[in-house]
């Protein structure tokens, strides 16, 4: 059981607009940044949104990150065939002695 | 370009301790504002932190695995290493190395490729 819940799936058409959940505590997502992360088959870990809302240098705009009060939400929007992958929300915990904490991952089908 | 990459054995006996080394290269481990850390990926299941050191060797660890772990950095060679002891079928995982940018970004920004161990007899 992962302390931020995320669904476990999510689909759509190529050009759609999809949005991924990642829910929380106050401990994690209320008090802290949210992290995305874009898993491919057969790649590594990849950061796609950090502190909420920021996109690294090289990421497309067509992803987009928000977070209101213990919740946070991935856009992707013109989705493509090679988004099809798994997607991981992640923040620090402050509970006991701090910990990251992740989501359980969604994984995202495109149609 | 920053790039890590695990190596370890692939697979380990029940009781046994796993040891797992990332090396990193494209940048030195020495330089400050960083911390190396070490993530896995049960099967079927989420990502699980297990901890992170500076390249000055403070460590911290996750709670829950806190008193089975190890995590030491050799700046000599660019590495950091992961021993995990008394494993059992659950620590059964693909195993990350990950950087996490402390100053800037604040979180994850780059990883290894992973490395899958099995623990069995």
């Known amino acids: 059981q992962s302390v931020l819940t995320q669904p476990p799936s999510a689909s759509g058409t190529p050009g759609q607009r999809v949005a991924i959940s990642c829910s929380g505590s106050t401990s994690n997502i209320g008090s802290n940044y949210v992290y995305w992360y874009q898993h491919l088959p057969g790649t590594a870990p990849k950061l796609l949104i950090y502190?909420?809302?920021q996109r690294p240098s090289g990421v497309p705009d067509r992803f987009s990150g928000s977070k209101s009060g213990t919740s946070a939400s991935l856009a992707i929007s013109g989705l493509r065939s090679e988004d099809e992958g798994d997607y991981y929300c992640?923040?620090?915990?402050?509970?006991?002695?701090?910990?990251?904490?992740f989501g359980g991952g969604t994984k995202l089908t495109v149609l | 370009q920053v790039q890590l990459q695990e190596s370890g054995p692939g697979l380990v006996k029940p009781s046994e301790t796993l040891s797992l080394t990332c090396t990193v290269s494209?940048?030195?481990?020495?330089?400050?504002?960083?911390?190396w850390s070490w993530i896995r990926h049960h099967p079927g299941k989420g990502l699980e932190w297990i901890g992170y050191i500076s390249y000055s060797g403070s460590a911290y660890l996750n709670p829950a695995l806190r008193s089975r772990v190890i995590i030491s950095v050799d700046t000599s060679k660019n590495q950091f290493s992961l021993e995990l002891s008394s494993v059992t079928a659950a620590d059964t995982a693909v195993y990350y190395c990950a950087r996490v940018d402390s100053s800037n970004i604040g979180g994850f920004d780059y990883w290894g490729q992973g490395s899958l161990v099995t623990v069995s007899s």
């Open positions: 992640a923040a620090w915990d402050n509970s006991l002695t701090g910990l990251w904490v």
């Open positions: 494209g940048g030195s481990i020495s330089n400050g504002g960083y911390y």
């Open positions: 502190r909420n809302d």
